[in-house]
């Protein structure tokens, strides 16, 4: 039974449910990040090590649960591949799972389903992820089939056009449901002019029509090796034993000479402003996309807005975008963070009535933004949603997968292996002169573009 690999980073939240004691334990500090704060040092217990090869391993011991989950990120993504192979970060994903020299086609599946295992992947504008969560006497296996990835993927021609054909009905399933249900690759390409985000993660149909086997190895032999990747293992184990068997599986698996280049976002050859009404077939009623220009993700003022727009869009309290729905010219409104490693947006889509001019959506939506500009936001409803966050991530400390993405997005994207896990120190220190300068920058009205989509006109015959 195949395994469904989302496209799009899925965090899933593993809490224990019987946890007889907590040792407070120790962290190390990255060689080129921060420590663990003062919170997660008392529930973390990690450690890091870099293999000749330029390989870095990331191990974080925990012993609450006899499971160990083994994971692998590579700092590659949709934003680095052929610009006319749009979509095949993504592709390649699907196709190491089939196997490599020494794991026949089918194999990859059997041998973690048989060991008691579950097996993903995912990937994003600029990273993939493959991860495998297993009994914790499994580890030896796991590492072993990680390092297969690494050293020898392969594919048949058969096994390639199989897998092709997944990917396009995926295409057809996720973005060709419904008559909104591919704005989000409409408005990135309308936002970005010269960068790679503006191509849909999923790809261009004839883009994944022309891929062919020798793209696959080329793809892989440039991006899936041991200086762009970043190996977790999170959860039962001994680190000296640990660094044993992953120096016995990746230490012989050669680096590229020179690193890949990437593509570098320059907001500058990106401007902002531009405003476009088109007609959509299958609409009932208008829909715009309002899209600010904000920070990037690695940047500590991407964690203040997310949090604002967590208080923007509760529904169960008081969110200032949610009361916008009242209005009887509204339908539906949302507001998403956006935010990638070389440039941040946030969202705000809104439904509205026919007939209502848009100046006026947009006046009581610029008219939300100034208030909280002026005023800021409850301190009661700010202090709320900070102890949620704070019991949140009490309960992800006690997740090994979870942990192991976290670190591994930290030193990946953030250059800071604890970043993530450390968001709580971000969090814990908003204040509203916070909230109201960073929603001023990063929801300023001379830094956005609108995409307005009208109900298409039905031509007489």
């Known amino acids: 039974m195949r395994i469904d690999r989302k496209i799009?980073?899925?965090?899933?939240?593993?809490?224990?449910?019987?946890?007889?004691?907590?040792?407070?334990?120790?962290?190390?500090?990255?060689?080129?990040?921060?420590?663990?704060?003062?919170?997660?040092?008392?529930?973390?217990?990690?450690?890091?090590?870099?293999?000749?090869?330029?390989?870095?391993?990331?191990?974080?011991?925990?012993?609450?649960?006899?499971?160990?989950?083994?994971?692998?990120?590579?700092?590659?993504?949709?934003?680095n591949e052929d610009r006319n192979l749009t979509g095949f970060a993504h592709f390649v994903e699907h196709l190491v799972f089939h196997g490599t020299k020494n794991i026949a086609e089918g194999d990859f599946e059997t041998f973690v389903r048989e060991a008691g295992g579950y097996s993903n992947a995912s990937t994003s504008n600029d990273r993939t992820w493959y991860y495998?969560?297993?009994?914790?006497?499994?580890?030896?296996?796991?590492?072993?089939?990680?390092?297969?990835?690494?050293?020898?993927?392969m594919v048949t021609p058969e096994g390639f056009e199989r897998e092709r054909q997944v990917v396009?009905?995926?295409?057809?399933?996720?973005?060709?449901?419904?008559?909104?249900?591919?704005?989000?690759?409409?408005?990135?390409?309308?936002?970005?002019d010269n960068h790679p985000y503006k191509d849909p993660l999923i790809g261009h149909i004839d883009h994944l029509n022309a891929a062919t086997v020798e793209d696959f190895y080329n793809f892989t032999s440039k991006w899936y090796t041991p200086c762009n990747a970043c190996l977790v293992v999170s959860g039962q184990l001994d680190f000296e034993s640990t660094i044993e068997l992953v120096e016995k599986y990746f230490a012989d698996i050669p680096s590229a000479e020179v690193k890949p280049e990437r593509t570098i976002f320059d907001p500058a050859t990106n401007p902002t402003g531009k405003f476009e009404i088109r007609e959509l077939e299958g609409i009932k009623e208008p829909h715009m996309v309002i899209s600010y220009?904000?920070?990037?993700?690695?940047?500590?003022?991407?964690?203040?807005?997310?949090?604002?727009?967590?208080?923007?869009?509760?529904?169960?309290?008081?969110?200032?975008f949610v009361a916008l729905e009242k209005?009887?010219?509204?339908?539906?409104?949302?507001?998403?963070?956006?935010?990638?490693?070389?440039?941040?947006?946030?969202?705000?889509?809104?439904?509205?009535?026919?007939?209502?001019?848009?100046?006026?959506?947009?006046?009581?939506?610029?008219?939300?933004?100034?208030?909280?500009?002026?005023?800021?936001?409850?301190?009661?409803?700010?202090?709320?949603?900070?102890?949620?966050?704070?019991?949140?991530?009490?309960?992800?400390?006690?997740?090994?997968?979870?942990?192991?993405?976290?670190?591994?997005?930290?030193?990946?994207?953030?250059?800071?292996?604890?970043?993530?896990?450390?968001?709580?120190?971000?969090?814990?220190?908003i204040n509203n002169d916070m909230i109201k300068e960073v929603v001023g920058s990063n929801m300023n009205s001379e830094k956005r573009d609108i995409l307005i989509f009208i109900p298409k006109k039905q031509t007489s015959k």
């Open 293 to 320: 220009r904000a920070v990037r993700e690695r940047e500590p003022e991407a964690d203040v807005m997310k949090f604002v727009i967590n208080l923007l869009t509760d529904r169960d309290g008081a969110g200032e």
């Open 8 to 79: 799009m980073r899925r965090k899933f939240y593993y809490i224990l449910l019987c946890l007889v004691s907590v040792s407070v334990l120790f962290a190390e500090a990255s060689a080129q990040g921060s420590k663990l704060n003062d919170l997660a040092a008392n529930y973390l217990e990690v450690k890091e090590y870099t293999l000749s090869n330029g390989l870095h391993l990331i191990m974080n011991r925990d012993t609450t649960s006899p499971i160990v989950t083994v994971g692998v990120m590579y700092h590659v993504g949709g934003k």
């Open 168 to 192: 396009k009905e995926e295409l057809n399933v996720r973005y060709r449901g419904g008559a909104l249900a591919n704005v989000e690759n409409i408005m990135m390409d309308f936002v970005f």
């Open 132 to 153: 495998a969560i297993f009994p914790y006497n499994q580890l030896e296996l796991a590492l072993w089939m990680e390092s297969e990835r690494m050293l020898h993927p």
């Open 327 to 429: 209005d009887s010219s509204i339908s539906r409104i949302s507001v998403t963070p956006e935010f990638y490693e070389d440039a941040g947006m946030i969202w705000i889509r809104v439904s509205y009535k026919e007939g209502v001019d848009y100046l006026s959506v947009l006046d009581k939506i610029d008219n939300v933004v100034a208030n909280i500009v002026e005023k800021g936001i409850d301190s009661n409803r700010v202090n709320k949603l900070k102890k949620a966050y704070n019991s949140d991530y009490l309960d992800l400390y006690f997740s090994p997968p979870t942990v192991a993405e976290f670190l591994a997005t930290g030193y990946t994207l953030y250059n800071d292996t604890f970043r993530t896990l450390n968001t709580l120190d971000i969090v814990n220190s």
